[in-house]
């Protein structure tokens, strides 16, 4: 069976660091590109970060760009998210998503986790 | 950047009938375009890519079309478990989503 499962979520301050994991399984990790994207609680979705297969290929969303960092360690068939400099409105489930072909990314996510949640507050 | 617009917001209607959901984007992003599914407490589900190609074990009803900057996501008789919010996606850029549709029962 296809799964991602993230994990690493909680509560924390403004300003503080988290860093967010997806175990993936079921599939040859090391072929395909993987995102994340987030929602926040009743708002729609926001891609957030890709990376291709190899790393070779990484972006990030203008909202997050230069504070959160997108890596994956295909031994391991681990996708990370490290994520600094937190503000309040990074609050949001957080999803890990797979793409929908190997190799080269369509950018299109076809397998998703159920998400692990980030608060940050005061 | 492209923006994506979804209408209508919130569309009203009862099993068995037609839905005509509305993707626009602020200019062309050529058949990238995808659609998801999401129900209360689940994550999204891939419904149709490059604009209507189906995904793997989405039933027959769910249609989309369009090109350019107008798409169309048509389920042609909705089940039960078809009302949810739909999302577009355009992948031109990096991807981004549209604000959503929520399909309820009437």
């Known amino acids: 069976e296809v799964q991602l499962v993230e994990s690493g979520g909680g509560l924390l301050q403004p300003g503080r660091s988290l860093r967010l994991s997806c175990a993936a399984s079921?599939?040859?990790?090391?072929?395909?590109?993987m995102h994340w994207v987030r929602q926040a609680p009743g708002k729609g979705l926001e891609w957030v970060s890709g990376?291709?297969?190899?790393?070779?290929?990484?972006g990030y969303a203008d909202s997050v760009k230069g504070r959160f960092t997108i890596s994956r360690d295909n031994a391991k068939n681990s996708l990370y998210l490290q994520m600094n400099s937190l503000r309040a409105e990074d609050t949001a489930l957080y999803y890990c998503?797979?793409?929908?072909?190997?190799?080269?990314?369509?950018?299109?996510?076809?397998?998703w986790g159920k998400g692990t949640t980030v608060t940050v507050s005061s | 950047e492209i923006v994506l617009t979804q209408s209508p917001a919130t569309l009203s209607l009862s099993p068995g009938e037609r839905a005509t959901l509305s993707c626009r984007a602020s200019?062309?992003?050529?058949?990238?375009l995808a659609w998801y599914q999401q129900k209360p407490g689940q994550a999204p589900r891939l419904l149709i890519y490059?604009?209507?190609n189906r995904a793997t074990g989405i039933p027959a009803r769910f249609s989309g079309s369009g090109s350019g900057t107008d798409f169309t996501l048509t389920i042609s008789s909705l089940e039960p478990e078809d009302f949810a919010v739909y999302y577009c996606?355009?992948?031109?850029?990096?991807?981004?989503f549209g604000p959503g549709t929520k399909v309820d029962i009437k």
């Open positions: 998503a797979k793409d929908i072909q190997p190799m080269v990314p369509r950018y299109y996510m076809d397998v």
């Open positions: 079921g599939f040859m990790f090391d072929d395909y590109a």
């Open positions: 990376i291709s297969w190899n790393s070779g290929s990484i």
């Open positions: 200019q062309s992003v050529s058949s990238y």
């Open positions: 490059d604009a209507s």
């Open positions: 996606q355009q992948r031109s850029n990096w991807p981004l």
